[in-house]
DNA sequence: GAAAATACTTGCCCGGAGTGCAAACATGCA
DNA sequence: TGCATGTTTGCACTCCGGGCAAGTATTTTC
């Protein structure tokens, strides 16, 4: 493992990551990592709990005691990923209209560095249950997070009890149209990287958004959105 | 086992239904039911396959003949009661907004006997991680039939290809609205099946479906919906 | 700075999941 | 009746997931 030597308390981190704190980090990073070089040169499901752990360089019990499964390890990338949107969400101004904080959330997360580990695993899921299984979790755990955070933000602006349905039916339907973007996005773009296809995955997204707040309102949805390249 | 011991062909059923696949049909039935049994008795994690292959009168072996986890077998309960939306929905005419059609599908689903197992099975999800993801592969299973379902009715009426990101995110989006009234009903009802309780459910349901068909348009959602009843 | 308290890692071991295989058994068909 | 085809079952094997206790690293206390 050899945890880097550096004394403690370097950078300007608030909270005092301790060398345990840093260590832990270190370990759960090296796992992820180790796991998903797995996953690219060895495809789904052909590698082991044990095969991820030798090659972070810890004992299979210690796998354990960071995730759960080997999915659980590969969907903490998704978990990261999701939760940047969130934060993006948070951040938004409480008068703003949700869907607009919605959109500018989903589209802070077409950008290189946040989309390509998730691009990776959703291209390679998409040939495999398992995987697939654990990134519906992921989703549906970052919409128990949006509908918190919504009901925060209304908890601010509106007196009484706020309605639970128009919460859980507005999150997942943000998430649902999330999600249909980055589908048709893999479908059309196979999850290249390029400048241009990720301006179709912002469009995709704001367009998803769009129909969303129209109430989906045309009828006639044989009009693709425009693919500006 | 013991099959009945009629000779075939007894029923007005289509295709002949052969003593093999009334066999099967008896031993996958016989499965979900000791399934749900030993849910109820034992609660969920408490018991394992060859419990449930022994209350069935099979070997474990043969249990994965037929499904490849308990979450499996649980989770075809769910399956069936989806499946009974997507054939409502598919029954409604071509011509109607879709939105109207999965409104009508969702309300027939506010039935007592079409409800009742999901009910049962949702309740114990709630506390069951397990559980509750294999219901979320469930719905994401029916969100794809929908998607298909209604890139059919399209294909009908629409000259050029359909846009995929309005298929999917209005599938999506309904879906999601679905799920946010079942669970508003239970957080409310607690899975109660008189018809007082039913007839909330299904005001939830249209509910989500107007607040989807209106974009979420109300900005002030400190307003429930009334409970009739 | 040494010793005690605390946290993390590891090996051992166990029960359960899931699957390939081949023999036994049931059903369908001629 | 007898053969072809489909289904069930036991067996053996790998992998998962976690309890436990001994060993190692880090932090705290004096």
């Avoid at 797995?38 to 752990?53: K, Q």
């Avoid at 495999?128 to 755990?141: I, T, Y």
């Avoid at 507005?170 to 998430?175: C, D, M, P, R, T």
Wanted: proline share 7%; aromatic share 6%.
């Amino acid at each position: 493992m050899s945890p880097s030597p550096f004394p403690s308390a370097a950078s300007g981190d608030p909270g005092v990551p301790s060398r345990r704190e840093l260590n832990k980090a270190a370990t759960r990073q090296a796992i992820t990592d180790a796991a998903m070089d797995l996953l690219r040169t060895r495809g789904p499901g052909n590698f082991t709990v044990e095969d991820i752990a030798d090659a972070a360089g810890i004992s299979r019990r210690t796998f354990f005691n960071y995730f759960g499964s080997t999915e659980a390890a590969l969907a903490s990338v998704t978990f990261g990923f999701l939760d940047t949107a969130l934060q993006q969400f948070r951040l938004r101004p409480a008068g703003e209209p949700i869907l607009e904080s919605a959109r500018a959330a989903l589209v802070e997360l077409a950008d290189p560095m946040t989309v390509a580990p998730v691009a990776e695993l959703y291209s390679l899921g998409q040939t495999n249950p398992q995987l697939s299984r654990s990134e519906l979790e992921a989703w549906d755990h970052c919409t128990e997070q949006i509908i918190d955070a919504a009901r925060e933000r209304f908890a601010l602006t509106a007196a009484g009890d706020v309605d639970e349905l128009y919460l859980r039916a507005l999150a997942g339907s943000v998430i649902s149209c999330g999600k249909a973007a980055m589908d048709v996005w893999f479908a059309r773009c196979g999850g290249d990287l390029a400048p241009e296809s990720l301006s179709v995955l912002r469009q995709l997204l704001i367009d998803s958004m769009g129909l969303l707040g129209s109430g989906f309102a045309s009828h006639s949805p044989a009009t693709p959105s425009p693919d500006r390249h």
